[in-house]
């Protein structure tokens, strides 16, 4: 990525939620037949878009209710169905919360259509089981993140894509996947694997390629890396500086289809990843979303005065 001399790289991020439950169809592996949409259904209505003016632009795509009648519940082999829930208001409260504390809005893309007939987090034939109508949503969402991300990079030069969901897990932290392993972001903290290597793989892939200053370890669990500033505001977060990685036996979601494809080569001026946020205390309430919100509002906020100013 070359950037004029008189440009600042910003980057800021987006957070993703994943299922803890799979709901898998009969081994037919039949298809449900498609269906013509009505004349009151629109693709545009199964999802709310708001731009933003600030490289942040957070995909929710996990959190909707609305089941069409025009989509069939998905019944392919290999699908998870359960409901992120509260995500979608959740992006909606950073929204506020940014612009409250520091006058910007970040780009948001949430869906409002139940993960039943969709998952916008899987690949277009896994996340469709096929069906014609549910593609077109597809490419919708899809298309409002592409569009969010270009309008970023053209008037900031780069920009931090988070993907937000919403584990079911026993611990009670939020999950920040950069497409590593517990056993790989263990490597990384212990310096037993090849830095190079994991960097490659980590959804901060394009940030250390233009960036020497920075490290991969230092993203992850330094002294401002977006997961220890969450832990000082009270937000329990795994990877960070007070909890490095997760150990073999904890179940911990490292990022998906989403964070792989916004964060790859194919986006050079996009780094980012996907943040599980336990329900306890941070997805279960207005008063505790509003305390992540405040807390996720500072930590970017931080991370770019850190890392780009």
Same mark, same amino acid.
């Given at each position: ?93 950073? #929204?506020?919360?940014? #612009? ?47 569009? @969010? ?75 401002? @890396? ?67 919100? #405040? ?15």
């Amino acid at each position: 990525m070359n950037l004029p001399s008189t440009a600042r790289f910003i980057l800021f991020g987006l957070i993703s939620v994943s299922a803890l439950f799979l709901n898998q169809c009969d081994e037919s592996n039949d298809q449900p037949a498609d269906t013509n949409p009505g004349p009151e259904f629109e693709v545009s209505d199964m999802m709310d878009i708001s731009a933003g003016n600030m490289p942040l632009v957070i995909s929710a795509p996990h959190g909707g209710t609305l089941t069409p009648s025009e989509i069939p519940d998905r019944s392919c082999q290999g699908i998870t169905t359960v409901r992120d829930r509260n995500t979608t208001e959740l992006a909606n409260e950073i #929204k506020h919360q940014l #612009k409250e504390d520091f006058g910007v809005e970040p780009y948001v893309v949430a869906a409002l259509i139940n993960r039943k007939k969709i998952d916008l987090n899987r690949d277009q034939e896994l996340a469709t089981c096929g069906h014609s109508v549910a593609k077109e949503v597809w490419q919708e969402y899809h298309k409002n993140i592409e569009d @969010a991300i270009e309008s970023a990079i053209n008037e900031f030069g780069g920009v931090i894509f988070i993907d937000l969901h919403g584990h079911g897990h026993d611990i009670q932290r939020l999950e920040l996947g950069y497409l590593l392993s517990n056993e790989e972001l263990r490597e990384s903290y212990e310096g037993a694997g090849d830095e190079d290597e994991l960097a490659e793989k980590s959804s901060f892939r394009n940030l250390l390629s233009v960036n020497s200053d920075v490290n991969l370890q230092d993203l992850m669990t330094g002294d401002q @890396a977006f997961g220890t500033i969450m832990e000082n505001e009270g937000i329990p977060s795994v990877p960070s500086l007070q909890d490095p990685f997760p150990y073999p036996n904890e179940a911990y979601f490292n990022g998906g289809y989403n964070t792989r494809r916004y964060t790859s080569e194919d986006y050079p001026e996009v780094f980012g990843w996907q943040i599980e946020a336990n329900y306890e205390d941070v997805r279960d309430s207005d008063v505790n979303r509003n305390e992540f919100a #405040k807390a996720f509002s500072k930590a970017i906020m931080l991370q770019l005065e850190e890392y780009v100013f």
